[in-house]
């Protein structure tokens, strides 16, 4: 079967760190997406991560563990405007060319002043 | 930029009615996609294409049916639609490191 797990919800601080967990079980792996999504607007891509590790872009970093099916969204230095949903969305099989992608239901992040 | 665009942001039909709801992308992209999103429910995949003509179906795809005649062009038909497709739509079309999200449409069926 396919699964994505991420927590319903999520509060922090303005200026400070926050991360958002994804775990997945899957019957393929083929990448793993984060996007953000403010409230009424359409989901926005924020990171891929294909290979262990960690990938920076910004404020925003994404850390990926294929052995144990986990992903991390790190956001530094919170600004009000990082209040939205994160859905983390794994590429499973039958993936590549077709870019098929499974999601979870998201985490709304509460930025509080 | 790519721009994905959908005809409506807004619909309201009532059950049994035809709706069709239109994609349109201008980056060549061969792979395009339609979802919906439902409260605690998450983004879940309708129908999918690779290519003109082709179409694959999804997790959900009781209820609905697709045309792509054009590469750009990517139509979801709900034949006769029902209040539990009442929902927000969402087109999208892909490369292989990324997904490019329509507005969507938030369609209402009474």
Redesign the interface.
Known sequence: GQNIDQPTEMTATEGAIVQINCTYQTSGFNGLFWYQQHAGEAPTFLSYNVLDGLEEKGRFSSFLSRSKGYSYLLLKELQMKDSASYLCAVRGPGGGATNKLIFGTGTLLAVQP | DVKVTQSSRYLVKRTGEKVFLECVQDMDH??M?W?RQDP??????IY?S?DVKMK?K?DIPEGYSVSREKKERFSLILESASTNQTSMY?CAT???????????TRLTVL
Do not use: A, K, S
């Open positions: 061969e792979n996609f979802y605690g429910l998450g983004l879940r995949l999918f690779y694959e999804g969402l892909g490369m292989r490191n990324e997904q490019f999200f329509g507005p969507g």
